[in-house]
């Protein structure tokens, strides 16, 4: 019997790949996660870059309303929570019915995150802050909504798994695959609070 396991799950089953197969799996996936995050960085140093560069237009003073901004930050970590305690159930063998339903809450609350953020960027764009407008606004929009396409395909991926745990079961290959997401998700997180910080705060004090 060969036995594979990651962050406390048991995967043991005599039909599931090995330790090591996992973990090559797993650093596979966070090399990709270093290389978006590599991507991320450029863009926040573009962004730092043109923040001056409002050509007279709209600034992140005025365009950026920091409530908006602050309930979006409680959702997308609140969804952080969630997944936790999805991975909680599915350490645990809590059964299908707690995984489901928690993947569910995190998917509903990775839903509200996009509708919020979308409300903000059409506000921005009748305003006449569109990404055309000037330097600053092109970096804003080429940051913030590459997060939020990042949101979109998790919650695309969590319907995915919801469907694979109803119809798979629970063996070794979904449950790397859900730690795969978890990963991604609390990344996701990660990205949003550096974005709130740099972004919108510090868009509030200039």
């Known amino acids: 019997m060969t036995a594979a396991s990651h962050a406390g799950l048991n995967l043991r089953s005599p039909h599931e790949p090995t330790a090591a197969s996992t973990e090559i799996g797993l650093f596979g996936f966070w090399v990709f996660l270093m290389s978006d995050a590599v991507i991320f960085a450029l863009l926040f140093a573009t962004y730092g870059v043109m923040l001056a560069a409002t050509a007279g237009g709209p600034t992140a003073h005025g365009e950026f309303e920091i409530g908006a901004a602050a309930l979006e930050t409680l959702v997308l970590l609140t969804s952080s929570f969630t997944y936790g305690m999805a991975s909680i159930a599915l350490k645990y063998d809590r059964g299908r019915r707690g995984l489901l339903g928690w993947l569910g809450v995190t998917l509903g609350l990775g839903l509200v995150f996009l509708t919020l ?90």
Do not use: C
């Open 117 to 206: 953020e979308a409300r903000d960027f059409i506000t921005m764009l009748r305003a006449g802050a569109g990404p055309t407008r000037s330097g600053f606004l092109s970096a804003f929009f080429a940051l913030v909504p590459l997060h939020g396409l990042h949101v979109l395909v998790g919650s695309l991926w969590i319907v995915v798994m919801m469907t694979q745990v109803m119809v798979i079961g629970l063996d070794a290959r979904v449950k790397i695959n859900l730690i795969r997401l978890g990963l991604f998700w609390h990344f996701l997180d990660i990205i949003w609070i550096a974005i709130f910080t740099l972004v919108y705060l510090h868009g509030l004090i200039r």
